[in-house]
């Protein structure tokens, strides 16, 4: 049973942010509009850079500094949100989570799935709510197809096309994988979101096409195996020019009882079986806004949030088992992915307290230490 600590505080929750790079500055945004926080820290390697949003932003009384720990603890923050590079998510949640504080990580909780096991070891140590921001699970078009596919019946299929062509420049047109990594957790994540299924098992192939500006392959198809026994068929480009999908892909899902459809943008459309239907309502708040409202939610009433660490570890696991599925060529159990990255967690966790949680788990709770 998951559990943490709450936050008691009549006022907004106060917020240490960690990196003021250009993701830093959208956090930054989406903080100064909601009411039930205060930004009153901004913690970057590069000083410059937080005294230039701080500019930017026109903030007031923000410190500033290269440590979360004793940024947090001038200002009396309540908890972090972190948007450092992948890298740099390890060491940042376990310094914030044992000066006593919860965290909101951007996506992914961490490079792999082990370093993923260790961070939710330390989450049940210092007993601090540890999110993921996993911010496109928030679209109301995927709740509102979540809704429809609760109309359904059994699920047979469901199906996301991914095309587009961004030219980021920089780092991701160097990276091995490019699509599966650094995109396609996206909807790994919101297809788990979708189903209240898990997975069991995938086969991946990936290529570059010939016109590719990516070093690594920047296209690939995946079918999953999920728990109810619904396959998940993700197809996927990053240099498919013409007719792109949106930045949620395009989905159909398909069950006994007929079949639902989002491009991604608008709301979904349905045709079932049993005649006409209509699209539920959703209203809450989207991407980050919408992440941000569940971690101040889950603070105060001690709720788990969806994207709570071990339950996000299993998005992680899909991407990682789709990589090694497509280096293989074989279909990859992700119960060995899990099992895998267990071991190398318990062998390289530093913290005597993490690995002895680590290894309460034990071998035969791998998968339920990750839920």
Same mark, same amino acid.
């Given at each position: ?15 240490v ?8 500055k959208?956090?930054?945004?989406t903080?100064?509009?909601n ?10 390697l ?32 309540h ?18 989570m ?15 799935v082990?370093e ?20 496109r699970r ?95 068929v ?25 079949s ?19 699209v ?10 919408? $992440?941000?409202?569940?971690? @101040? %939610?889950?603070? *105060?009433? =001690? #709720? /788990? ?21 497509a ?5 990859v ?7 895998? $990255?267990?071991?190398?967690? @318990? %062998?390289?966790? *530093?913290r =005597? #307290? /993490? ?11 791998r ?5």
């Amino acid at each position: 049973m998951i559990t943490f600590k709450t936050v008691e505080t009549a006022g907004p929750l106060r917020v240490v942010q960690v990196g003021a790079g250009g993701m830093g500055k959208a956090w930054i945004r989406t903080l100064q509009a909601n009411d039930d926080v205060e930004l009153v820290g901004l913690v970057d390697l590069n000083l410059g850079a937080a005294q230039a949003a701080v500019e930017e932003f026109g903030l007031q009384d923000v410190a500033l500094g290269t440590s979360v720990s004793e940024v947090a603890a001038a200002t009396g923050a309540h908890a972090v949100v972190n948007v450092t590079v992948p890298a740099a998510h390890h060491p940042v949640n376990v310094e914030a989570m044992f000066a006593g504080l919860p965290v909101l990580c951007e996506k992914p909780v961490a490079p792999t799935v082990a370093e993923g096991l260790s961070l939710a070891a330390a989450a049940e140590v210092s007993g601090q709510l540890l999110m993921i921001s996993q911010s496109r699970r928030y679209f109301q078009g995927l709740t509102q197809l979540k809704a429809l596919t609760a109309e359904l019946g059994d699920i047979g299929v469901v199906t996301t096309e991914f095309f587009k062509a961004p030219h980021f420049g920089g780092f991701r047109e160097e990276m091995a994988h490019v699509l599966l990594v650094d995109m396609a957790i996206h909807q790994f994540d919101a297809v788990r979101f979708l189903l209240d299924q898990d997975p069991v098992s995938v086969y991946c192939e990936e290529f570059n096409p010939s016109w590719s500006w990516y070093d690594g392959a920047a296209a690939a198809t995946a079918v999953f195996q999920m728990s109810g026994g619904t396959r998940y068929v993700y197809t996927g480009s990053w240099c498919a020019d013409g007719l792109e999908t949106s930045w949620n892909g395009s989905w159909r899902v398909n069950g006994a009882g007929g079949s639902a459809a989002w491009d991604g943008a608008g709301a979904p459309v349905a045709e079932l079986v049993s005649g006409a239907v209509l699209v539920p309502p959703a209203s809450h708040e989207e991407e980050i806004a919408g $992440a941000l409202a569940e971690f @101040v %939610a889950a603070l *105060r009433s =001690g #709720d /788990v949030p969806s994207e709570e660490v071990h339950s996000n570890l299993l998005s992680l696991a899909m991407v990682e088992a789709a990589v090694q599925s497509a280096s293989t060529g074989q279909r990859v159990l992700i119960d060995g992915v899990m099992e895998d $990255a267990y071991q190398v967690a @318990v %062998a390289s966790e *530093r913290r =005597g #307290d /993490v690995r002895a949680a680590l290894e309460v788990c034990g071998p035969a709770r791998r998968r339920a230490c990750s839920e």
